[in-house]
Structures are given as structure tokens and as C-alpha cells.
């Protein structure tokens, strides 16, 4: 049985955390903790929006 859905997360505070608000591009690692093989990602938008 397959289930399509979808996550949003908010990153900005994690960002400015790193220190990394202001840099020009980051690396985002979406990595699957249960499921494994069965876990398939259709596609990933990220967005940055600034107040």
C-alpha cells in the first residue's frame, strides 16, 4: 500500500542557529528514519522566505 503526502518544516530558526541566515546557499539532507527501501521521495521544493 502506498500513501502520498506531503511535510513542510520551518528552517529559519535552525538556520540561525548555524549561523547560516545569511549565506548564499545551503545543503539540505532529507534522510528516511523508518522504512528504508520502501520510503520513495517524488520531489523537494525548498523555499526561503524572509519576513
Known amino acids: 500500500?502506498?500513501?502520498?503526502?506531503?511535510?513542510?518544516?520551518?528552517?529559519n530558526e535552525l538556520l540561525?542557529?548555524?549561523?547560516?541566515?545569511?549565506?548564499?546557499?545551503?545543503?539540505?539532507t532529507i534522510v528516511p528514519r523508518a522504512g528504508g527501501d520502501d520510503v520513495t521521495i517524488g520531489g523537494i521544493e525548498i523555499e526561503f522566505v524572509s519576513d
Open 1 to 11: 500500500m502506498k500513501t502520498k503526502t506531503n511535510l513542510r518544516l520551518a528552517i
Open 16 to 28: 540561525e542557529d548555524l549561523g547560516a541566515e545569511d549565506d548564499e546557499s545551503v545543503i539540505v
